[in-house]
């Protein structure tokens, strides 16, 4: 399983971006996943997660009302759309996977990771 994400870059406070992560794996295996992300000098903090049916989303409190994750099984991959984005979104985003009955929200709990893409915010 290769994940890839892309779409990140810089843009201004109140702006929007969308990452995608895409999933190199064409087997039926269906996968949980989520979105996390760190800051400079922080841990890895959970974002957006989607069960593999796309039937259940969670997300951060932080970016609740701003961030939908939402994913397109047939093109093996799932989106964030970021909305409202404030100064304090800035981070390396990553995508991971897991292929567990239930959707975590813990970055221990997911086996495959990918590179992480530089989202910025400037105010």
């Known amino acids: 399983v290769q994940l890839v994400e892309s779409g990140g870059g810089l843009v201004q406070a109140g702006g929007s971006l969308r990452l995608s992560c895409a999933n190199s794996?064409?087997?039926?295996?269906?996968?949980?996943v989520a979105w996390f992300r760190q800051q400079s000098n922080k841990e890895r903090e959970f974002v957006a997660a989607?069960?593999?049916?796309?039937?259940?989303?969670y997300y951060a409190d932080s970016v609740k009302g701003r961030f939908t994750i939402s994913r397109d099984n047939a093109k093996n991959t799932v989106y964030l759309q970021m909305n409202s984005l404030k100064p304090e979104d800035t981070a390396v985003y990553y995508c991971?996977?897991?292929?567990?009955?239930?959707?975590?929200?813990?970055?221990?709990?997911?086996?495959?990771w990918g590179q992480g893409t530089q989202v910025t915010v400037s105010s």
């Open positions: 989607i069960h593999w049916s796309g039937g259940s989303t």
């Open positions: 991971a996977a897991a292929s567990t009955l239930y959707v975590d929200l813990e970055a221990p709990l997911y086996d495959y």
């Open positions: 794996d064409r087997t039926d295996r269906g996968y949980n």
